[in-house]
């Protein structure tokens, strides 16, 4: 998906955002599964905070949603773009993990519980990830299925 389909299709799924806390962005196939983006609510609202909605450099990061995620190979060997996964190993605990595990996944009542609940999961079957690429991080979890991944997006991160 080029960036001119990724800039129309934030603009509609912000439309969405209206009518309901998640909306579909785009899905991406590769190697025989899919890959499904969403974006929420606070995911827009703190793209807007950061200046970053509709902005080139997040729309190349979106881009890379299309490398999918490779749960043997899911640890980022620094400098690669793609989808890797966030553990709580890492010390000190930086800012991407205070967000997704603090503010996000280990706080009661947040939106993980909701996202969760809506696609038959519970909290811990959600696995962190960020979508990286030169630019930005964007923080968010996937839901596994038997050859689909849905990826929530509920952050960025620009540092």
């Not at 080139?56 to 989808?83: C, H, K």
């Amino acid at each position: 998906m080029n960036k001119r389909n990724l800039k129309d299709s934030l603009k509609h799924s912000e439309k969405a955002l209206s009518a309901d806390d998640l909306a579909e962005l785009a899905t991406f196939e590769r190697d025989g599964r899919s890959m499904t983006v969403f974006i929420t609510k606070s995911f827009c609202k703190r793209c807007r905070k950061e200046g970053a909605w509709l902005h080139p450099e997040l729309l190349t990061t979106l881009q890379n949603a299309a490398y999918g995620f490779n749960p043997v190979d899911a640890r980022s060997p620094g400098g690669r773009d793609g989808i890797f996964l966030l553990t709580r190993e890492h010390r000190p605990p930086n800012s991407m993990m205070t967000r997704i595990f603090d503010q996000f996944l280990d706080k009661p009542g947040s939106e993980a519980e909701t996202l969760a609940e809506r696609f038959g999961k519970a909290v811990t079957d959600l696995i962190p990830v960020r979508l990286v690429s030169h630019h930005m991080r964007l923080l968010g979890v996937i839901v596994r299925y038997g050859d689909s991944d849905r990826l929530l997006l509920v952050d960025l991160d620009r540092s």
